[in-house]
């Protein structure tokens, strides 16, 4: 099946550095997504991209959706402390764009800022 | 702006006992997911539901089945409970039209005992 190679698995930082995160694919995805997951509670999405080569910015975060359909990355600037969690990279697959398809999640990357 | 529900959110059985998981969506989305995450895992997909149709189905137990209900919400019922059917299971929720957006909950903990 498909799988989703996520990087760095953790990153620890200080408050006001910029970090980047990227996902990696051995498969052509049709929609990259990012959600950011604190502890015991679910995925909040962050950034939705649907076109390759897309760039879409959300406040603080910018993230892409690469050329080739199988890679996505995000960066985070000027980090703060509620930034701290854990950041999925997800893909919708080709399984065809009627509803019902099913997210492919990375391993996560673990975020901890210090102040 | 409302979220999706789930119920509970926290759940414990012995092994062997049943469990059911109510899943309740975003007003107007038509479609539900179910994904599993255990302890340090990515969140994995079990089942999907649109219009009250199955509509994709992930690496699911045989133990395990589900249904949308004609008011879109959503149970996942679990059978013959084993001790590695602990995790977090979540609910997400999707307009049929922009099914690439999946709005999770906050989550079911079920703990198997």
């Known amino acids: 099946g498909q799988q989703l190679n996520q990087s760095p698995q953790s990153m620890f930082i200080q408050e006001g550095e910029d970090v980047s995160m990227n996902c990696t694919s051995s498969?052509?995805?049709?929609?990259w997504l990012w959600y950011k997951q604190d502890p015991g509670e679910g995925p909040v999405l962050l950034i939705a991209?649907?076109?390759?080569?897309e760039l879409t910015s959300n406040g603080r975060l910018t993230a892409q959706f690469g050329i080739t359909r199988k890679d996505s990355f995000l960066n985070i600037s000027a980090s703060i402390p509620s930034d701290v969690g854990i950041y999925f990279c997800a893909g919708r697959g080709s399984y065809g764009e009627t509803s019902g398809s099913r997210l492919t999640f990375g391993e996560g990357t673990q975020l901890t800022v210090n102040p | 702006a409302a979220g999706v529900i789930q119920s509970p959110r926290h759940l414990i059985k012995e092994k062997r006992e049943t469990a059911t998981l109510k899943c309740y969506p975003i007003?107007?989305?038509?479609?539900v997911y179910w994904y599993q995450q255990g302890p340090g895992q990515d969140p994995q997909f079990l089942i999907s539901f649109y219009e009250k149709m199955q509509s994709d189905k992930g690496s699911i137990p045989d133990r395990f089945s589900a249904q949308q209900f004609s008011d879109y919400h959503s149970e996942l019922n679990m059978s013959s409970l084993e001790l590695g059917d602990s995790a977090l299971y979540f609910c997400?929720?999707?307009?049929?039209?922009?099914?690439?957006?999946?709005?999770f909950g906050p989550g079911t903990r079920l703990t198997v005992l």
């Open positions: 498969s052509i995805f049709n929609t």
């Open positions: 997400a929720s999707s307009l049929s039209h922009a099914g690439n957006e999946q709005f």
């Open positions: 991209l649907y076109k390759a080569g």
């Open positions: 007003p107007r989305h038509d479609t």
